[in-house]
């Protein structure tokens, strides 16, 4: 048996964790309300007290890209200084830590996909915050993987699949942003990686390949204008969609700067796992019907 620890109950990531779990995999997931992400002495502990453990995983993250402009001391303290608690009880103990980061600790400038050695350089609070953490994460627990995805999306929690899907049964003219590329991942298909792999990695050494910096992300390369009208084609087959309009990023002004090109290369989660996750659009549509299988 395996057993994992996980930081996050609620959030997309963790539910399709725990839905998930089975056979010699157990969650064993922590709440907000159990654990202060505020705390670093909390969340040491609760590390340092969960008994037999094999792993931890942080799925719990400050993820209000543009409200951390104004609470950069909330942002940093849960997507930096938590992972930098974690990481020190993680290594006081010998486990292995996963860190979930972010594409928003580049600029966009880059021309191709990016790679986990390219050079960094977040445009915002949230970005650096996240950075932070994965510097912490790294430089405090020498069995660490920090898994860098994009553009998560799930049957669960707030995402952009969900925000469509009601703006869209309105039925009135939509404007989607369409210079911003990224490659769309479903939170299953994160979470059905890292529980394929969490016993590899329960028993990997300190200098392992398994560890430091990794993209997981589903093929293919997408615009939001993109994903809106897939995702309507798949869910209402049979209805005609409302105008989507394919705008700039500048046509949404937002407190946080967005990067153009988020598009991450997952070549080494291919070299070092042997895997490589599908096209966005085949866990587009599994996640439709989790969705509906969800509300009947």
């Given amino acids: 048996m395996t057993r994992i620890l996980q930081f996050g109950a609620s959030g997309q ?13 157990e969650v064993v997931a922590l709440s907000r309300a159990q654990v202060d992400l505020t705390d670093p002495a909390a969340v040491a502990r609760a590390i340092e007290t ?9 799925a719990a993250a400050y993820t209000a890209v543009d409200k951390a402009e104004s609470e950069p001391d909330l942002a940093y303290a849960v997507n930096a200084r938590a992972p930098e608690a974690m990481a020190k009880a993680c290594q006081a103990r010998g486990l292995p830590l996963i860190q979930i980061s972010t594409d928003m600790v580049f ?7 990016y790679v986990e050695d390219d050079p960094t350089n977040p445009l915002h609070v949230y970005g650096a915050s996240k950075l932070a953490g994965e510097q912490a994460v790294l430089g405090g627990c020498d069995r660490a993987l920090v898994a860098r995805v994009s553009w998560l999306f799930s049957a669960y929690g707030q995402n952009f699949l969900q925000w469509f899907l009601k703006a869209s049964q309105a039925g009135t003219p939509m404007r989607l942003v369409d210079d911003q590329k990224a490659r769309p991942t479903a939170s299953g298909d994160l979470a059905a990686f890292i529980l394929s792999q969490a016993d590899r990695l329960a028993r990997a050494p300190a200098g392992a390949p398994e560890w430091g910096l990794l993209h997981v992300v589903n093929d293919g390369v997408a615009s939001r204008y993109d994903m809106g009208k897939t995702i309507f084609a798949m869910a ?13 990023t500048s046509a949404f002004p937002t407190p946080a700067r967005r990067a153009l090109n988020c598009v991450l290369g997952s070549g ?29």
């Fill in 107 to 113: 600029d966009g400038e880059k021309a191709g996909a």
């Fill in 268 to 296: 080494r989660l291919q070299r070092v796992f042997g895997v490589q996750l599908r096209p966005w659009e085949e866990a587009m549509e599994d996640t439709l019907d989790q969705l509906a299988a969800l509300k009947a």
């Fill in 13 to 25: 990531l963790a539910r399709e964790m725990l839905d998930r779990q089975e056979g010699s995999i």
């Fill in 236 to 248: 209402f087959p049979d209805r005609e969609p409302p105008p989507i309009e394919a705008v700039p």
């Fill in 50 to 58: 969960a008994g037999a453990i094999d792993l931890v995983l942080n």
